[in-house]
């Protein structure tokens, strides 16, 4: 198995703009979370969909954020519009079932917005 | 909300010693502990995870503790390598009721001298 693949690995775009992050996560996994990496707040959880539903998006730090799951193989988040702030890593991990089972992360995508 | 703390925030040890990182945990209802190992440009990978009805956990030179009544969990490394060098993340989650996210400490640095 490939893993969670991420894409694009790397983004820069400017203030303002649209951007989209992709993930596919691991064939059979019932879970996929999007968290943010930043040196300041660490690794948040923004927002996790089980069986494709969106279950807990208290994370999601503001309604220019958004997030999808159109079927078991793929998931975006967007960002309309793009601040500076915005800029961090952001990684989307999945896991098989929801009994005691760590999630497995992508290689996230690091988005700089200038 | 969980809220996980995280110490020492960098750990250096020398090559072959033992290294041990802290972390605490608020939420009583956390029954799932994992630990995430995170190498520089990677996401976080899994490298060991106890439940909340296990005491210690061992796995060749990594080994997890957990305390549930004082709300504490360790990871110790023994032996330790220079490949031991990365970024170390305890979490706590709730698994089994809905709240299926990891609450993340802010990472240890761990640094191996030769």
């Known amino acids: 198995d490939a893993g969670v693949i991420q894409s694009p690995r790397h983004e820069v775009t400017e203030m303002g703009q649209e951007v989209t992050l992709r993930c596919k996560p691991i064939?059979?996994?019932?879970?996929l979370f999007w968290y943010r990496q930043t040196m300041m707040r660490g690794l948040e959880l923004l927002i996790y969909f089980n069986n494709n539903v969106p279950i807990d998006d208290s994370g999601m730090p503001e309604d220019r954020f958004s997030a999808k799951m159109p079927n078991a193989s793929f998931s975006t988040l967007k960002i309309q519009p793009s601040e500076p702030r915005d800029s961090a890593v952001y990684f989307c991990?999945?896991?098989?079932?929801?009994?005691?089972?760590?999630?497995?992360f992508g290689q996230g995508t690091r988005l700089t917005v200038v | 909300g969980e809220n996980v703390e995280q110490h020492p925030s960098t750990l250096s040890v020398q090559e072959g010693d033992s290294a041990v990182i802290k972390c605490t945990y608020s939420d009583s209802a956390s029954n799932y502990f994992p630990w995430y190992k995170q190498e520089l440009g990677k996401g976080p990978q899994l490298i060991i995870d106890?439940?909340?009805?296990?005491g210690e956990k061992k796995d060749q030179r990594i080994a997890v503790t957990l305390n549930k009544t004082a709300k504490h969990f360790s990871l110790h490394i023994t032996e330790t390598q220079p490949e031991d060098s990365a970024v170390y993340f305890c979490?706590?989650?709730?698994?089994?009721?809905?709240?299926?996210?990891?609450?993340f400490g802010k990472g240890t640095h761990l640094i191996i001298q030769p």
């Open positions: 991990a999945s896991k098989p079932d929801r009994v005691y089972r760590g999630a497995f």
């Open positions: 106890i439940r909340s009805n296990v």
């Open positions: 979490a706590a989650g709730y698994s089994g009721g809905g709240a299926d996210g990891l609450t």
């Open positions: 064939s059979g996994h019932d879970y």
